[in-house]
């Protein structure tokens, strides 16, 4: 597999997936790669608007993509794609879409078949076993949590450390140690903003400036910093 997973795509007060675009050029490799971008994810965003926003920023470092609402079969455009790129927004939008046009097999096959996989935010929590560490509230039953399973963990992307200033609920890390106690064979790693894992290879890298966050069943919650391994992750 060769996977780009990113946290988010956007950085406060920056271009829209400005900061991961080097990372993006990089993965893709040096020829010119048409993408398939998948914008099931995008609800407030028309999916025309939401590919030529995409597509501007792949187009600046050398590459490109056509979102797969243009295609009659979109069995058939995953099939042909040379690369996949899963968009941000609604994670349970996203999913139901994804079950909708029966996609989560031929993904999954052509993913580990070894076409490039990039996701961010919503397409990063596609990547794992489920959509259930995702923030986004369920604004539309998806068929089923079940996602792309081609990560053996569960993110938590945009992961924060504490509330906002004066509120009274619950912190992410409290969320998560809910799912935790229902499901207790599961990892998850809270993927702070500005930050990424590479897998290929078979080896799982991690890029950003801000450590990990790892939160298993039982365990104090504790940080691995880049550079460190990360090989337990896919254990």
């Known amino acids: 597999m060769n996977l780009l997973l990113i946290s988010n795509s956007t950085m406060a007060g920056e271009a829209y997936l400005d900061y991961p675009k080097q990372n993006i050029a990089d993965f893709l490799g ?113 068929l089923g949590f079940d996602a792309l399973n081609l990560i053996p963990f569960q993110i938590n992307p945009h992961y924060l450390d504490a509330n906002p200033e004066g509120h009274g609920g619950e912190t992410r890390e409290e969320r998560i140690m809910e799912f935790l106690v229902v499901n207790q064979s599961t990892t998850v790693v809270g993927l702070r903003e500005g930050c990424m894992f590479n897998y290929n290879k078979g080896k799982i890298g991690y890029e950003g400036k801000l450590p990990l966050r790892i939160f298993k069943y039982g365990v104090d919650p504790y940080e691995v910093h880049a550079g460190d391994s990360f090989d337990f992750l896919m254990e």
């Open 30 to 142: 040096k020829e010119k790669v048409k993408c398939l971008f998948i914008p099931y994810a995008g609800v407030t965003v028309s999916f025309d608007d939401y590919e030529a926003k995409v597509k501007s920023r792949f187009n600046e470092v050398g590459h490109d993509v056509v979102s797969i609402h243009h295609f009659e079969d979109p069995l058939k455009a995953v099939e042909g794609a040379e690369a996949i790129v899963v968009g941000g927004g609604s994670t349970w939008q996203l999913l139901r879409m994804i079950h909708d046009n029966k996609l989560t097999e031929p993904i999954r096959k052509k993913v580990l078949g070894g076409t490039k996989y990039i996701g961010w935010s919503a397409g990063s929590n596609l990547a794992c076993p489920s959509i259930k560490t995702t923030n986004d509230m369920p604004i539309i039953d998806p």
